[in-house]
């Protein structure tokens, strides 16, 4: 199907404490965004910090904005006036200590969400978005994002802003959004206005604000969704509360009137994301397994350093050869790769693992559908051609947690590992348990509690271990099944 014929549709379910924004293209699930008041993010969010620790081994610093952890502000996210250039063109970054001091205020803004254990990731480059335009209030120049193919119409952009920027006194920098595309000269300074506006206003927030405190909040996710995720491509956008509906569609009726014939209010029983299947796309996404429709099938695991994908053709043997299969299998895979990293909003360094392919034309071929499907996705990513190892290492800009870490914990019972022992390790563990009970205490009996596959094992194929066990101890065993007990637990009480 070609990117032209793609038409999309935006989903969003209310509940009192939660929003949920589903982007649909052809009805299959793209992207979901969720948004909890008890852990709502702070991208995009502008707060008056206080520098608590320098660290020049990392050229870092770490700054107080009243979180719960410290954030970390790298030297290059830095503004600094004056640069000296390298001769190469470059712009070296100067040591730490040149650029903040601890103790000293600073106007940051959040640029990665708390995740995991680390800190928010800050910068000093303020950046406003709107609907068609970013303005960086310390920058200069005008940019066109890359998206806008057409060049007649990214001059055409780029000499628009450029004149009516020139009339307007410390204008700083701006960055024409893909959104922007076709839209008239009055839409884009309209929109330039209301930026410089709200520069304002925060600048007057800061001067009277306290230090470690918030001077801007980015919009509610309602209101960011018609903002930052509404293309050409989107038909509707579905709204299943009415009080949400009103306020996207006031919004839209001041600053985005061309959004307005979009918004409906969704009314129906049915639940907004069982439309297409959304809640059980939401599930699966949360699998280890992805199944493809040939047979085969993906699996992808997400670690704290990187996320690895595995590819695997499973029980499909329906071509002419093996070579054939394979290509197959991986041309399929790519496309689902690509869906699922922009679902599960999987970030960092991500490293599949592609069936081995002997025909270099079948590589390339591989490798082109894997960035074909992740030219839609917003968030920036680059792949790098086929390793020796056969490898495609790729990276996807992290900005906020994946779907996984917003909706799941680790098990308390596993610890996280996915896994747990087999009733077989169980019942070693039981007779290595009494034998050590046996050396340290007197007793007339070992009563072992486990649970019942435990039990039947020791019954059955572990009967000789139990009774060699017997006879080592010289004390009888009596085993008893707990239904409460987990596979891997047991406990030898000595009677």
Known sequence: MTEESQKEEILINVTPREVRAALLENGILQEVTIERDSRRGVISNIYKGKVSRVLPGMQAAFVDIGLERTAFLHASDILRNGPEQKSNGETPTPDIRELVREGQEVLVQVVKNPLGTKGARLTTYITLPSRFL????????????????????????????????DDEDGSGGVIVRTAAEGVSRDALRADLAFLRKLWAAIQAECRTAKVKTRVHEDLPLPIRVLRDLV?????????????????MRAF????????????ELYKRRRPIF?????????????????????????????????????????GYVGHRNLEE???????????????????????????????????TDHRERVLQVLEQSMARDHARHQITPVSPLGLVEMTRKRTRESLQHVLCEDCDHCGGQGFNMTAET???????????????????????????????????????GLSQTEQQIGKPIRLQPESLYLKDQFDVVLI
Do not use: W
């Open 231 to 247: 293309t050409s491509d989107v038909e509707r956008i579905l709204v299943d509360s009415e009080a949400d509906f009103q306020k």
């Open 426 to 464: 169980v019942c070693f563990e039981i007779f290595r348990e009494i034998i050590r009970q046996h050396r340290q205490f007197e007793f007339d009996e070992a009563l072992v509690l486990a649970h019942q596959d435990v039990i039947e094992l020791l019954l059955d194929e572990e009967a000789a």
């Open 325 to 359: 299969t394979i290509y197959r299998v991986n041309l399929e895979a790519a496309v689902t790769i690509a869906r699922q990293l922009r679902l599960r909003n999987l970030g960092g360094i991500i490293i599949i693992d592609f069936i081995d392919m002997e025909e």
């Open 134 to 165: 970013v303005l960086l209030p310390m920058g200069t120049g005008v940019g066109v994002s890359a998206r806008i193919d057409d060049e007649n119409e990214r001059d055409r952009l780029r000499a628009e802003v450029e004149s009516f920027i």
């Open 252 to 263: 839209t009726k001041s600053f985005l009137p061309e959004l307005t014939p979009m918004l």
């Open 274 to 314: 069982d439309l297409h299947g959304t809640e059980d796309e939401i599930k699966k996404a949360l699998g280890r397994s992805i199944s493809l429709k040939s047979g085969g099938y993906v699996i992808i695991d997400q670690t704290e350093a990187m996320t690895t994908i595995d590819v695997n053709t499973g």
